[in-house]
């Protein structure tokens, strides 16, 4: 309502019914996670209204609250919308504060009878995990091929693309829009080497890096997706994540860590929260990179060999390996749902590795510089 009547972010919200949407969707998002929301509207008549104000102004110790409604909504605005959003939404609870003390008591009576119920719910709850695989799965979704870049070309054009990159860093920031980049891929399949290649020119106090591994014990109360929302960028800054909020489609799926439930609803659940951020501007890409399984073996083997390598490899890598299968259906499927136009996927080769960072730079330079100047071809 504060939005809408004081145009704020009108250049990105001509229609507020966008933040309904968002906070409709956010809700349903907590509810089939378990959360109990308890929603009450507070009614009071006019006179007693005033008098509470009054009451506020006359003690000196509270006085100070009341500059805060000198900026608030008017009241016939505030009082018309918040009674459309009831009526459309019957999870309000009404309380009548005429009087104190009914109200109180029906406030109490109403949240124990809810949460009862939420108990009760609880224990009846049947938890199945499953990552209905299918045994005889193929996809061609991976086999995407590209020309290699030629070793000679490659130092020139890879300078070419920082220093462009250090440049959309720049117009980003100055144009106050957040750049979000997601690198999924098979282990091994050069995300981290890709990221520094990003970053390496980069002013480095305008972006940040994320590599993603298991969560905490504190992350683990929360939601899944409440991690990586506080970790997103402010305003014209860059955050990379190394791994994200796709693990609860890929290894909590195929480790058995999510329930069938819970990975199932995942995918809607991403493309909303990826929706809700580029609704606020920001610009988000996505990158899956590929990898032969031979090829993915004779790296992990280097690894191993390679005394300045031994810490890239772990006993988890080699456990992943033996679920190959799995990690290709969940990733086929992983991109097939959630590659929208507002949050796209790009799949990438990554057998040579050259190749695959001067392609996912193009692609992050081209797609910045459409919504910077519409500049349509790189």
């Not at 995918?267 to 890409?285: P, R, S, V």
């Amino acid at each position: 309502l504060d939005y809408r009547e004081n145009k704020i972010k009108h250049d990105k919200y001509k229609n507020y019914d966008v933040l309904k949407q968002q906070m409709s969707s956010f809700e349903n998002m907590l509810k089939r996670d378990h959360y109990e929301i308890i929603k009450f509207f507070i009614e009071i008549n006019e006179e007693k209204r005033q008098e509470h104000i009054q009451q506020t102004k006359d003690n000196p110790l509270t006085r100070w609250k009341v500059q805060e409604y000198s900026n608030v909504l008017p009241t016939d605005i505030y009082l018309k919308d918040m009674r459309q959003f009831i009526k459309n939404d019957k999870a309000w609870e009404i309380i009548d504060y005429t009087e104190r003390e009914k109200a109180i008591e029906t406030m109490y009576e109403h949240i124990i009878k809810r949460l009862e119920t939420a108990i009760e719910k609880h224990e009846q709850k049947e938890e199945q995990r499953d990552g209905k695989f299918h045994s005889n799965f193929k996809t061609h979704l991976f086999d995407r091929k590209v020309d290699k870049v030629k070793k000679d070309e490659y130092k020139q054009l890879i300078e070419e693309l920082q220093n462009r990159m250090r440049e959309i860093q720049f117009a980003l920031y100055d144009r106050k829009i957040p750049l979000i980049l997601v690198f999924e891929g098979m282990d091994a399949a050069g995300k981290g080497g890709n990221i520094k290649r990003i970053r390496e020119k980069l002013d480095p106090t305008g972006y940040r890096v994320n590599g993603i591994s298991a969560p905490t014990d504190v992350e683990l109360k929360h939601h899944y997706l409440w991690r990586f929302a506080k970790e997103m960028p402010k305003t014209g800054h860059i955050e990379l994540f190394d791994r994200s909020w796709y693990g609860r489609v890929l290894v909590e799926r195929v480790e058995g860590f999510a329930t069938i439930d819970e990975w199932q609803r995942a995918y809607d659940e991403i493309n909303a929260f990826e929706k809700m951020w580029t609704d606020e501007g920001a610009i988000i890409l996505k990158f899956f990179l590929t990898l032969d399984k031979e090829e993915q073996l004779k790296r992990f083997k280097d690894r191993q060999e390679n005394v300045n390598k031994q810490w890239k490899i772990t006993d988890e890598d080699w456990r992943n390996r033996e679920k190959w299968d799995l990690y290709v259906e969940s990733s086929h499927d992983m991109v097939e749902k959630t590659n929208t136009s507002y949050a796209p996927w790009l799949v990438v080769p990554a057998d040579h590795k050259k190749t695959s960072r001067i392609e996912i730079l193009k692609y992050i330079i081209r797609n910045c510089e459409k919504v910077l100047w519409g500049v349509k071809d790189y």
